[in-house]
Each structure stands twice: as C-alpha cells, then as structure tokens.
C-alpha cells in the first residue's frame, strides 16, 4: 500500500528554520519525480518545490526560491524539504505528493506556522 | 507562469443534478509531440489532502467513479458531474503541469442545494 507520511511541522519564529520530511512505503521514492504543495488556512493549493528522479533536477516556486531546499535519502526513502528565512506567508499545510501521470497520490500534510 | 482561471467560484445544486466546472489556462498546455493535454483536476473534501480524480484533461484515475468526467483541450477545460451526490460536497481544483511552476485553479465549492 502507498503512504506518505509528513513530518517536522511546528510553530517557528519568523526568520527560523524547519526542514520537513516525507516517509514513503509501498513504493520506491527515487523513482518518482516527487513535489511539495502547500496550502495556506482556508487558501487555494500552490505548488512549492520538485525533485526529478535525477535528484540534480529540483525546480522552486519564486516565492521559496532561494530559501528552500529539496531533497531525499534514497536509502531512508524519505524527502526532505529545508525551510529557511521563514516568513509569516510560508505559514500552510505542506503535502508531500507523489507525480505518477500528475499528483496522483498526496500525504495527509504537516503543519508550518511561522509567528512570533 | 501560466495562470489557470476556474469558474464559478462555487456552486450549489440538488442531488441529481449536473455539475459543471470550468478552467481556462493563460497558455496552451497540450502537449503537440504527445498531443497531450497537461491538465488535472482534483477533489479536496474538509480535512482530507487532495484526491486526484483526472489526468490528460480526460482519463479517469482509477476508482474514481464514472459520473466524474474531463473534456477540452488547448486552454479551456470542464470537469462535469453528471449527476451530484452528497459525497461530492467538496472542493475541486484544476492544475496544469505543462509548464516549469505547476500551478492550480483557484479552486470550486460544490455544495447540495
């Protein structure tokens, strides 16, 4: 059975640091491209970052561009998003999903609140 | 980027009913070697993530049952109910994934009347 299972959200200080994870079973993560998506409170859904199965392929949403990293552990089969220079607008569920003829599978999401 | 348009914003019918959902992309996202168009559509139900129901404008994921369908090309796309029922209460997202930024519709509220 396909899971994602994020992780690492948490109320974080504007200008802090949050690196979330993504477990995936049922399937192998390094043969996917994989995306973050995020969802602000009561907001529509916009897409943050993408990793290629050539994990040196990554592509950023201009608004996390520079200050966000994506990435995964092949070994642990686990994607990683590093969130620096948070600010107020990053706050949002962040889905980890999987690309397989588009989104076709999506994590139950982790939360990021960035406030002093 | 390619802006995607969804109309209306929400929507309220009888059970029975058809629903009618429609998206416009700021640029073709058919796909001329494949001619295939880079667009899906997706249900997001209260406190769930978002559930893939269309790929390639008009293939159904598998499950998804057949009162759900997709149709266009080019840059304007629907998604129709053919007849609602209480479980589609939710919201419907169009997405195009033709160009470098994926992005997403604004999103429809599908409510019963």
């Known amino acids: 059975e396909v899971q994602l299972v994020e992780s690492g959200g948490d109320l974080v200080q504007p200008g802090g640091s949050l690196r979330l994870s993504c477990a995936a079973s049922?399937?192998?993560?390094?043969?996917?491209?994989m995306h973050w998506v995020r969802q602000a409170p009561g907001k529509g859904l916009v897409w943050v970052s993408r990793?290629?199965?050539?994990?040196?392929?990554?592509s950023y949403a201009d608004s996390v561009k520079g200050r966000f990293i994506i990435s995964r552990d092949n070994a642990k089969n686990t994607l990683y998003l590093q969130m620096n220079s948070l600010r107020a607008e990053d706050t949002a569920v962040y889905y980890c999903?999987?690309?397989?003829?588009?989104?076709?599978?999506w994590g139950q999401g982790t939360l990021v609140t960035v406030s002093s | 980027d390619i802006v995607m348009t969804q109309s209306p914003e929400s929507l309220a019918l009888s059970l029975g009913e058809r629903a009618t959902i429609n998206c416009k992309s700021s640029?073709?996202?058919?796909?001329?070697?494949?001619?295939?168009?880079?667009l899906a559509w997706y249900q997001q139900k209260p406190g769930q993530p978002p559930k893939l129901l269309i790929y390639?404008?008009?293939t159904r994921e598998s499950g998804v049952p057949d009162r759900f369908s997709g149709s266009g090309s080019g840059t304007d796309f629907t998604l129709t109910i053919s007849s609602l029922q209480a479980e589609d209460v939710a919201v419907y997202y169009c997405q195009e994934y033709f160009g470098s930024e994926l992005t997403f519709g604004g999103g429809t509220k599908v409510e019963i009347k």
């Open positions: 999903v999987r690309d397989n003829r588009a989104m076709d599978f």
């Open positions: 640029q073709s996202v058919l796909y001329s070697s494949n001619n295939k168009n880079y």
């Open positions: 049922g399937f192998t993560l390094s043969s996917y491209w």
């Open positions: 390639w404008a008009s």
């Open positions: 990793i290629e199965t050539d994990a040196d392929r990554t």
